[in-house]
């Protein structure tokens, strides 16, 4: 069977690109090799017959970032919803109160109004006010979607600019833990994209979860008459002359001149036997544990009306593996209920994600594996109780994800989330006519992914018709 | 097709493609992108839809030909003639 093009993967980079092709009708392919789409932000349910039945969950979502109003425009966010032909109603955007990094004897709130962040730093960090307007000014200034522009250590770029190691640890924190695969450092370019996103822009959740983003998306492909396959996993990328022709698909050969992979860098390279004889993009070493807790009532708002803590209880931020299976002196904290207008069940529920190690944790066997995750829900429930201390809740129901899960349903390897350490900014590789999308391509988050599938799909296999 | 035409044609797309955009009010000589929130990305869509809906082409290299509603008119009516 021939295509105009074939997709890898039917997360969020890949739905999007395979929406951009179908819409102007080029006969496209998206192949998945989970039964559901989402990729790394996906869904699932649990049944719990004790409490509740079932319940539906998100795999990774905790907030969207680069939210904006209905109406604004020139954002990202924006963008996306004009090239994939999309309401903003249609997302039910959900904004954050706000949300705050928190370490020992400080705290910044912000929110989806910069200017709340902007005074937090001038009246916390009174001798920083000039050097965060500059790092402001700098961040406006760069342009981020220069491809040219190498790697430059964000670390550098701060302390040339901010004298307080404090106000340079909370500002990254939150920059790292939500989208580097890098540890304890990031691509300057990369700080730029999610200091935009986290600090300019801010969270929303759309009602629903993510599942109400892949409903809209799988809509939009089936208008627009893409197709998709699930169960459908890609043995190997075909190649002729050192060019992409197609894939093999559970046996089945496909050919189309234009392959755009999702499931990452490294992973596509294994099987891309003409790329054998390249050095491999390294696997990234950033992976996590995430703990969901259902509560019978809502978690009181009089004690925390946050939607997301970033919480470190040292001084230094150390964004690493942990050392010693999950590292619980670190977290993000999200309370989903605390999305404006956003909960109407009677239910709390709090998400806790630790850092974590991947070998050690593929090292456990069965029981070894429970009593460790047992460990994790135990310091995960202190930690609530340390943030929330009043709250009286009963513990109806826990769900506690690995790296060994995450490996599991998206078949990144080592359970990584950001991905590689090696990107690929412009999406190209050794192979003419075989493209990454996605994580790989260095755009970070939902949005982020989703307007690297556009970019790509416009340019590989939209324009590049043209000639 | 009158020139009129062929700019209502245009008009069309760019309110399909933009619908939060104020297409009456456009000064057909001034540039489309200092007028309009359109980005490159944009200008591939208006590209493309004149494939898709009047099987017009418009190669990479004329791109800029596109800038303003005059330009379009000008360099699309041999197109649709």
């Known amino acids: ?467 | 097709m009158t020139a009129n035409n062929v700019r209502q044609i245009v008009l069309d797309i760019i309110a399909d493609i933009a619908p939060d955009e104020d297409v009456t009010s456009i000064d057909d000589s001034k540039s489309l992108r200092e007028q309009l929130d359109l980005d490159s990305m944009d200008f591939l869509d208006i590209v493309m839809e004149l494939r898709k809906r009047h099987k017009v082409e418009v190669p990479q290299e004329d791109y800029p030909k596109l800038a303003t509603l005059e330009s379009c008119v000008s360099y699309l009516s041999p197109k649709f003639a």
């Open chain 1, 1 to 467: 069977m021939s295509y105009d093009a074939i997709v890898i993967g039917a997360g969020m980079s890949g739905l999007a690109a395979g929406i951009r092709l179908a819409m102007f009708d080029k006969k496209v392919v998206i192949l998945e090799k989970h039964s559901i789409p989402g990729g790394l932000n996906s869904y699932y349910q649990r049944r719990n017959f004790d409490a509740g039945g079932i319940r539906q969950f998100d795999v990774g979502l905790h907030a969207l970032t680069n939210f904006i109003k209905k109406g604004e425009k020139g954002k990202p966010f924006s963008k996306l919803l004009k090239q994939l032909r999309l309401s903003y109603d249609d997302f039910k955007l959900c904004p954050q109160t706000y949300s705050k990094i928190s370490f020992p004897g400080m705290e910044l709130k912000f929110s989806n109004d910069f200017e709340l962040l902007l005074n937090e730093v001038y009246e916390k960090f009174p001798t920083e006010i000039d050097s965060f307007n500059a790092l402001v000014l700098k961040v406006q200034n760069f342009n981020e979607l220069d491809l040219s522009i190498g790697y430059q250590s964000s670390r550098q770029v701060l302390k040339d600019l901010i004298k307080d190691e404090l106000l340079t640890e909370m500002l990254l924190c939150p920059l790292l833990i939500y989208g580097s695969a890098w540890e304890d450092d990031m691509d300057f370019a990369q700080f730029v994209i999610m200091f935009k996103s986290l600090y300019f822009e801010g969270f929303s959740r759309p009602e629903g979860g993510v599942r109400t983003i892949i409903s809209l998306l799988m809509k939009k492909l089936e208008d627009a008459g893409g197709e998709i396959r699930f169960k459908a996993p890609v043995n190997s990328i075909l190649t002729r002359d050192g060019k992409a022709i197609g894939v093999d698909v559970g046996g089945e050969e496909l050919f189309a001149p234009v392959i755009l992979s999702s499931i990452g860098y490294p992973e596509t390279v294994r099987i891309t036997p003409a790329l054998e004889t390249i050095s491999a993009p390294r696997v990234g070493a950033m992976t996590f544990l995430e703990s969901i807790f259902v509560f019978d009532k809502k978690i009181p708002t009089t004690q925390n009306d946050s939607t997301i803590v970033f919480y470190n209880n040292a001084l230094k931020y150390a964004y690493r593996p942990a050392t010693n299976y999950f590292d619980d002196k670190s977290a993000v904290v999200c309370f989903p209920d605390n999305y404006e207008a956003h909960n109407t069940s009677g239910e709390g529920t709090v998400r806790v994600t630790y850092m974590a190690n991947y070998s050690q944790w593929r090292e456990l066997d069965r029981s070894g594996y429970d009593a460790k995750k047992d460990e994790v829900k135990a310091s995960a429930l202190g930690l609530v109780k340390k943030l929330v201390p009043q709250f009286d809740g009963k513990l109806l129901f826990t769900d506690i994800f690995s790296p060994m899960t995450i490996e599991r349903y998206t078949w990144h390897l080592n359970g990584t989330v950001y991905g590689s350490i090696d990107k690929t900014r412009d999406g190209s590789t050794k192979v003419p006519g075989l493209f990454i999308i996605g994580t790989d391509q260095g755009f970070l988050g939902i949005v982020g992914s989703i307007l690297s599938g556009i970019s790509l799909a416009n340019l590989h296999g939209l324009m590049a018709s043209d000639s």
